[in-house]
């Protein structure tokens, strides 16, 4: 008779987050929702809640007494690896420090005097940043930070070379001159970013009649919500009147119209047809009261089901593979994909 398998430890099941352990924590109060600070694991629950406690963030206004709280595992991981030394390129996405806390935007402008712009989508803001309070975003999927640290791999791979190669004169100058081809085509694939133009920025993109677009709202809880809209004409500068494709007057009677302001509008994001599944931590926008919220999945059940958590509001519902789509942003007129490194 085969004998009864244990269950996972704690610590087996979440080897980066033992007590003691440094990590980053998303926060959850309004204004901070998707930064994330550093801090320590104290102690780990039965459930898949853990301990925690903040570096930079207090309980008391004289700053002595570190603030601790219980966080789910959603809301924390490891410290992100980060270069000794990036030249940060216009439109790369990034981690900015500001407040005590790692925030996450895009560059828009890369300036003369070394600063850089960075937009954060969250609150619709444009803030200038020195190189050393950047660093290259990154996502914590499955137990690996994606996309990895760069040189990483290669050294490992030099490593082991290097082993295989050992005292053999012909293998290493073979060895050498594989690098060389392999940096060579490298070198032919880097696209060559100083021709990049800056685009137009969202308050000077024009809509035209009759144009599909999204709209977004900064009612208290419809916010980060986008609603599928049609552009009726414009009214004044940088404001449109839109109809609304699914909501409704109050009496019924027709489809509900609104003047919006050009930064709550967008163009419809291309369609994306994902036949493959969606990923656990990938970042999707789900369909939910007729508007598309941008959450994360959580878990993913049964096919073609999954959770989807929404930092928001702090809920997680369930949704069917074809109420998601995968999350873009629409920044300085063009669509930029968040989690890039998922595609890598």
């Known amino acids: 008779m085969p004998p009864k398998s244990t269950p996972k430890s704690k610590s087996n099941q979440y080897p980066h987050f033992k007590p003691g352990s440094k990590v980053e924590i998303m926060s959850e109060e309004d204004g901070f929702r998707g930064s994330f600070f550093t801090g320590t694991v104290v102690k780990a629950t039965r459930t898949s809640n853990?301990?925690?406690?903040?570096?930079?963030?207090?309980?008391?206004?004289?700053g002595t007494k570190p603030l601790q709280e219980t966080v789910n595992e959603f809301q924390i991981r490891p410290i992100p690896p980060r270069e000794k030394k990036r030249e940060f390129k216009f439109s790369e996405e990034v981690d900015a420090f500001h407040n005590d806390g790692w925030w996450e935007g895009v560059i828009t402008e890369v300036n003369d005097d070394g600063k850089f712009a960075v937009f954060f989508r969250s609150t619709k803001e444009q803030i200038e940043f020195s190189e050393e309070n950047l660093r290259l975003h990154r996502e914590w999927i499955s137990g690996a930070w994606k996309p990895t640290l760069e040189g990483v791999e290669e050294e490992k791979k030099e490593e082991v070379k290097e082993k295989e190669n050992e005292g053999s004169r012909n293998k290493r100058k073979l060895v050498e001159e594989e690098e060389k081809e392999v940096k060579r085509r490298v070198n032919k694939k880097v696209p060559d970013t100083t021709q990049v133009k800056p685009i137009?920025?969202?308050?000077?993109?024009?809509?035209?009649?009759g144009m599909l677009v999204e709209v977004s709202s900064d009612e208290d809880g419809l916010k980060g919500a986008w609603f599928a809209a049609t552009i009726v004409e414009p009214v004044g500068k940088d404001k449109y009147l839109i109809e609304y494709q699914a909501l409704r007057t109050e009496d019924d009677s027709d489809f509900l119209r609104e003047e919006i302001d050009t930064v709550h509008i967008r163009p419809c994001p291309p369609q994306t047809i994902m036949i493959d599944r969606f990923k656990k931590l990938e970042e999707v926008d789900a369909l939910f009261n007729d508007a598309w919220w941008v959450g994360v999945v959580s878990r993913v059940n049964t096919f073609p089901k999954?959770?989807?958590?929404?930092?928001?509001?702090?809920?997680?519902?369930?949704?069917?593979?074809?109420?998601?789509?995968?999350?873009?942003d629409w920044i300085n007129g063009k669509w930029v994909t968040p989690s890039k490194a998922l595609k890598l």
């Open 200 to 209: 137009e920025s969202p308050k000077d993109a024009k809509f035209s009649k």
């Open 50 to 62: 853990f301990v925690v406690e903040y570096d930079k963030l207090f309980e008391d206004e004289e």
């Open 306 to 328: 999954y959770l989807v958590f929404f930092k928001d509001s702090n809920e997680e519902l369930e949704f069917k593979h074809s109420d998601l789509r995968p999350h873009q």
